[in-house]
DNA sequence: TTTCATATGTTATATCATAACGTCTCCGTC
DNA sequence: GACGGAGACGTTATGATATAACATATGAAA
């Protein structure tokens, strides 16, 4: 697992393949993919970025799908329940997994400029969080590691 | 710097502390410690859990003290960006520091059943963080990390 | 065919947060 | 003492995020 976030990659690419793993996963584990459900997701990849649930909203909305904010939130929750997209605290936003389908507690980089977000594997961080929770009797069933900053081209031209 | 949590402890004592510390701190960096900020730090030392801007707006407006949400926010907003107090991103909610005056990047702990929260150090998360940004390039200024789970107490008995 | 579970669509409203502007107070300067 | 600036506070208004509740639809199970 690598990140995706910050480099130039073969974006239609990676749409396609994240969307084959979505749907694959969907298939083994008995999941439906709806229609609303899948269109957020492709809207999640083809952003490549994070979006609030209002953003994806407005383009559900232009293409007749629904236009209330229950419709949104809730293929974002099922994405999110599923490990198919990832909810970033920091933002109230959303980004699509850059893993779909292997179990991994991401962090988050979050560029306070661009406001780019990269995914980044946080086995490391996340182990020792369990680590320090185990010690006080505290049973960890989800992590959420975010860090805000500023990214590789932002650290080079600021502002 | 300790946790305290899920541990019964001398709260009244464990308040005063950190409203000395506060006071000592401010007076040292020059920064103002006003009626409003030092009585928004006294409710989130005295609930000694996760408190929404509106939970604390709604005892400032019991005391005369101004009821409108900017108030609460930028009292809210002194005391996170001096590292009073912390914002709980997971929960939109704000707790009082357990270690003022230590630079620290603490992890919290969040009890899904009965919302405890408790501070503990994420020195070893927040380094493993901080090294996989920096193989990115990305500049780490501030850290978030949040995991959810059960308490000690809801462990043993759930619901 | 009925029943049930699941998903969708819609209305209404709850919750969280901040922009903008006027006022007050303190402090330093003239 | 008058003036001017900085910082905090108070208020109005509004923006942004999120969900409760209920009606409708659809497909699979009994």
Redesign the pocket.
Known sequence: MDTIGFERHDHRHCIATALQTVEETCDVQG??L????RRVLEILLARHRAM???DVLDVLREEG???????A???L??LVANGFAHRIERL??FVACAAPGERHAPCFLICRNCSAVAETPGRRASEALRASAGELGFQVERVAIEAEGLCPACVDTPR
């Open positions: 999941l439906q709806t229609p609303v459900r609030g649930a209002y799908r629904g236009s209330q904010p229950p419709v939130y809730r293929a929750d099922f109230n936003a």
